[in-house]
């Protein structure tokens, strides 16, 4: 890919929001590293751009998401003092990345805006294959895991997991004083033929939070966990309290991210 000559003006500054989806199995999650024959997300957007823009480029973030994980409505920004039509930066983008990572949208937002500080709202999807096979055509983007799952604990673990707590026992803690406290705006479980899709939103998730809650239903379905022991693991706030442990990261994907 070429890069672009543009006329600059420090002064007058613009915000390119991107939606992107990508196919995470490839890549070490989003964030870059500093061994840069590792092969992330952000690493290789931030190469592209940084090329077709020739400034150097720092990304914004909706959700850091981890190695394995998809995307199917991730949003990036970044501020930058060339003058680039959005939908040819979409197109120069594509021609490089596609398609692992594509970019949906490409759009100039008001200044200010900031895609991880100014999103309301995270939604993931997590699917479940229960099919006595597995399908080589899904098998990057869902757990197969053989045998029916009883639903209707499931769902009562559910409930009791909707809701503003402290989720220190399902996820990563992210050390110092930093909060755990978070609110689950809906989590639910929903079976179609041999497929289950437990859909989480948010108004942010912690470190692997979703794949512990979706570890933790499961063990519910199988009769692992009590369905009415969520709130002692709540309190609890152990990680060792939550059984089932982490889901795999190819059921995950980020759907979509609100913002006003």
């Given at each position: 890919m070429i890069g672009?000559a543009?006329e600059?003006?420090?002064?007058?500054?613009?915000v390119?929001?991107l939606t992107?989806?990508?196919d995470?199995?490839?890549f070490?999650g989003w964030?870059?590293?500093?061994?840069?024959?590792?092969?992330?997300?952000?690493?290789?957007?931030?190469?592209?751009l940084?090329?077709?823009?020739?400034?150097?480029?720092?990304?914004?973030v909706?959700?850091?998401t981890?190695?394995?994980?998809?995307?199917r409505?991730?949003v990036?920004?970044?501020?930058?003092?060339?003058?680039?039509a959005p939908e040819?930066?979409?197109?120069?983008?594509?021609s490089v990345?596609e398609?692992?990572?594509?970019?949906?949208?490409?759009?100039?937002?008001?200044?200010?805006?900031?895609?991880?500080?100014?999103?309301?709202?995270?939604?993931?999807?997590?699917?479940?294959?229960?099919?006595?096979?597995?399908d080589?055509f899904?098998?990057?983007?869902?757990?197969?895991?053989p045998g029916r799952?009883?639903?209707?604990?499931?769902?009562?673990?559910?409930?009791d997991?909707?809701g503003?707590?402290d989720?220190?026992?399902f996820?990563?803690?992210?050390?110092?004083?930093?909060?755990?406290?978070?609110?689950?705006?809906?989590?639910?479980?929903?079976r179609a033929?041999?497929?289950?899709?437990?859909?989480?939103?948010a108004?942010?998730f912690?470190?692997?939070?979703?794949r512990?809650l979706?570890?933790?239903l499961?063990?519910?379905g199988?009769?692992?966990q009590?369905?009415t022991?969520?709130p002692?693991?709540?309190?609890?706030?152990?990680r060792s309290?939550?059984?089932?442990?982490?889901a795999?990261?190819?059921?995950l994907t980020?759907e979509?991210?609100?913002?006003r």
């Amino acid at each position: 890919m070429i890069g672009w000559a543009h006329e600059r003006n420090p002064i007058l500054m613009s915000v390119i929001v991107l939606t992107l989806a990508y196919d995470g199995t490839a890549f070490r999650g989003w964030a870059v590293q500093r061994d840069p024959s590792i092969r992330t997300i952000e690493g290789e957007l931030m190469r592209h751009l940084e090329r077709v823009l020739r400034e150097p480029v720092k990304l914004s973030v909706a959700g850091r998401t981890d190695a394995g994980v998809h995307a199917r409505g991730q949003v990036a920004s970044f501020r930058t003092e060339a003058s680039v039509a959005p939908e040819r930066l979409q197109k120069a983008l594509n021609s490089v990345l596609e398609p692992e990572v594509v970019v949906v949208r490409a759009r100039v937002a008001p200044d200010g805006f900031d895609a991880r500080f100014s999103a309301t709202a995270r939604g993931y999807v997590y699917r479940i294959d229960e099919a006595p096979l597995a399908d080589p055509f899904t098998g990057r983007f869902a757990w197969h895991r053989p045998g029916r799952l009883a639903l209707a604990p499931m769902r009562r673990a559910a409930r009791d997991l909707e809701g503003r707590h402290d989720f220190r026992s399902f996820c990563r803690h992210p050390g110092g004083d930093r909060s755990t406290m978070r609110h689950l705006r809906r989590l639910t479980v929903v079976r179609a033929g041999d497929d289950i899709a437990v859909r989480a939103v948010a108004d942010a998730f912690l470190h692997q939070m979703v794949r512990s809650l979706v570890g933790t239903l499961v063990a519910v379905g199988e009769g692992r966990q009590d369905a009415t022991a969520i709130p002692s693991v709540l309190a609890a706030r152990d990680r060792s309290a939550a059984s089932g442990g982490l889901a795999p990261a190819r059921g995950l994907t980020l759907e979509r991210v609100t913002y006003r």
